[in-house]
């Protein structure tokens, strides 16, 4: 487990979600299925929107913030949450969602443990917004998916 600092724990979510985004880009590209494709630009651009929110708090947030040190192994679960053979180009719209919900969960995971690791309410406040923010995605995701469902 290494020391890292907040902002490089929330520097590792937010290019986990530029990864993604283009993993689902990519997927997008070979996808067999339309409405498999739409699904996957749809969720290329939801990670967007995440990279781009991490980015801007990482503009502004205080330093005494995102300068605490602390023990997270973000760096090494972040680089095992992709698979890139989880998806392939017959897949099925099911199939899609059950993976972007895995990866969402990695990433809560990821949040919980750094609210478990860190030392001040206030950074346990940072991540439990991020953690929140993540469930609250995942609830998105799985209402959006069954209005798609239903197309």
């Known amino acids: 487990m290494s020391q890292e600092n907040v902002m490089d724990v929330i520097d590792h979510a937010r290019i986990f979600h530029a990864q993604l985004s283009k993993y689902y880009d990519e997927l997008s590209e070979v996808a067999d299925r339309e409405r498999v494709k739409i699904f996957l630009n749809y969720l290329s651009n939801c990670e967007k929107r995440h990279e781009h929110a991490l980015a801007e708090y990482e503009e502004t947030a205080p330093l ?10 973000a760096d090494k679960a972040i680089n095992e949450f992709l698979d890139p ?4 180009s017959d897949m099925d719209i099911d199939s899609v969602l059950r993976e972007a919900l895995r990866l969402d969960q990695c990433l809560s995971e990821l949040y919980q443990e750094a609210i478990d ?6 950074i346990k406040e940072v991540f439990k917004n991020l953690l929140e923010t993540n469930k609250k995605e995942m609830r998105n995701l799985s209402r959006d998916f ?6």
């Open 64 to 73: 005494n913030v995102t300068d605490t040190w602390f023990k997270c192994g």
């Open 85 to 88: 053979r989880t998806l392939t």
């Open 117 to 122: 690791r860190a030392q001040t309410d206030r």
């Open 146 to 151: 069954g209005h798609l469902h239903d197309w």
